[in-house]
């Protein structure tokens, strides 16, 4: 079973638009409602593979029971610490004419130490049952760096594998408890590291440095030109064909399901890479966020190339 936790989910709202303009009314042409939060975005895409998956994290209100209810047709369980405030929504307005996308993301609910204690309690007893723990994104306010270290812990003391993905002061807390997998991009690797990363070699001497620092694997996203994993296995570069992207918000988190998918099933980093990235390009070619179908993943694994540096 794949768990993903997502301390401050959303519900995502997609707006689409034709040519955008700001300081005006613009009508909306279509309109969808998803549960959100980058952990609800690892959640999906792993259930659709085909994987056992059980969402964990806080939830509150009328919009946390909406989130929740709208697991279901995913065949996600829920297991979240109920609060009784409001969980956030986020909008996404795509603009039709012009491809360009436009994000609003509320803060959330605050939460107290009582309510993190209380997650944690529960955190430990669906641990037991977990293959692998893919916790991401923000915490809601009140929470401060240590939330990610504690949760990490608590996955290693039980023996199984956990990826953070997470961002700022957050990652670089979180990484100081040593989690199985990280996934930063370029601007994140540079503040983890002080290394400028300006060519291929800076990024993998990078990563390196992270991985020795006690993190199993470092992926380091690229682009457009794909991602780059360093582990004990060996140091790996994906190149991914050009694809017509229609939604690229939570590719990321799709590739971070790939990974859990990979770790669950024991498969080698090559082959996890490859698996990742081929589902990250799939829900790049879908609207919905956090979603593909399994036909564009399969006709893209093929040409996902995986090259040994």
Sequence with gaps: MIMTVTLNAAIDKRYVVDDFKVG????????????????????????????????????????????????????????????????????????????????????????????????????????????????????????????????????????????????????????????????????????????????????IEAAKAIHAGGVEIVVVSLGADGSLAVGEEGIFRAVVPKIDAVNTVGCGDSMIAGFALGLSEGLSLEETLQRASAISAAAAMREETGFFVMEDMEALLPKIEIRRL
């Design 24 to 203: 005006e009314v613009n009508r909306v042409r279509e309109c969808t409602y998803v549960p959100g939060g980058k952990g609800l975005n690892v959640s999906k895409p792993a259930s659709i593979y085909g994987a056992e998956v059980v969402a964990t994290g806080f939830a509150g209100g009328h919009a946390g029971n909406y989130i929740e209810a709208a697991l279901k047709p995913f065949g996600i369980k829920s297991a979240f610490y109920h609060v009784e405030a409001e969980s956030r929504s986020c909008i996404n307005i795509w603009d039709e004419v012009n491809h360009v996308q436009t994000e609003f993301l509320e803060p959330g609910f605050t939460l107290t130490e009582a309510d993190f204690e209380g997650f944690e309690k529960k955190f430990r007893q669906l641990v037991k049952d977990a293959s692998v723990v893919a916790m991401s994104g923000s915490v809601p306010k009140g929470l401060d760096g240590s939330a990610y270290p504690r949760l990490v812990k608590i996955v290693k003391d039980a023996g199984k594998p956990v990826i953070l993905d997470t961002s700022g002061k957050l990652l670089e807390e979180g990484i100081k408890a040593a989690p199985t997998l990280i996934k930063p991009n370029i601007d994140e690797i540079r503040m983890l590291t002080g290394k400028h990363c300006d060519d291929i070699n800076d990024i």
